[in-house]
């Protein structure tokens, strides 16, 4: 078991930034591709970046957001800058049961956090 919380979430402006952190637990959360998806109201979940073997991030996101992992720490971050109102969502921490492909579909993941909103006014 893999136990995942987010935090950081909050209220910005458009063109701010803001660092979303997900904290892993339990059985070794190093060994695993982890990921950001968020979702925005009467939506999907949509893929956002993940580490794995690799880094992957997705068209709207990449230029403008970076993911780091630090395994001493458990921990995942998300740099988000340059935030606009497209953005707003919830924002999910997931993990995958093993290390290597970055998977873009949720239903790949596993583990997952409770989720931290971003919401970006105009």
């Known amino acids: 078991q893999v136990q995942l919380v987010e935090s950081g979430g909050g209220v910005v402006e458009a063109g701010d930034s803001l660092r979303l952190s997900c904290t892993a637990s339990?059985?070794?959360?190093?060994?695993?591709?982890m990921a950001w998806f968020r979702q925005a109201p009467g939506r999907g979940r949509e893929f956002v970046a993940g580490i794995g073997n690799y880094q992957w991030y997705s068209d709207s996101v990449k230029d403008r957001f970076t993911a780091s992992r630090d395994n001493s720490k458990n921990t995942m971050d998300l740099r988000m800058n340059v935030l606009t109102p497209e953005d707003s969502a919830v924002y999910f921490c997931?993990?995958?049961?093993?290390?290597?492909?970055?998977?873009?579909?949720?239903?790949?993941?596993?583990?997952w956090g409770q989720g931290t909103q971003v919401t970006v006014s105009p």
């Open positions: 339990g059985r070794s959360p190093s060994a695993y591709t």
């Open positions: 997931a993990a995958d049961r093993t290390l290597g492909v970055v998977h873009t579909t949720a239903s790949q993941y596993t583990y």
